[in-house]
């Protein structure tokens, strides 16, 4: 794997549907405050590695 889509700073559900449309393998990492639990807000994309074969994306409610 090369490249994949630039997905940094978009809605979770729409880099998910870029990704699989590539055919790319991925995993989800979610990051929140360590003092209180976000249960509202839109997950974003805030960051993305390549490990290995697969896209790692880390996301944060918004």
Known sequence: MSEFP???GIELKNAEALL??????FIIIETR????EL???TL???RTQKQN???VLT???I
């Open 44 to 46: 974003r994309v805030i």
């Open 6 to 8: 630039d997905v940094l």
């Open 33 to 36: 405050p360590p003092r209180r």
């Open 59 to 61: 996301v944060c409610r």
């Open 53 to 55: 074969d697969r896209v």
């Open 20 to 25: 699989e449309a590539e055919g790319l393998d």
């Open 39 to 41: 249960t509202e807000g």
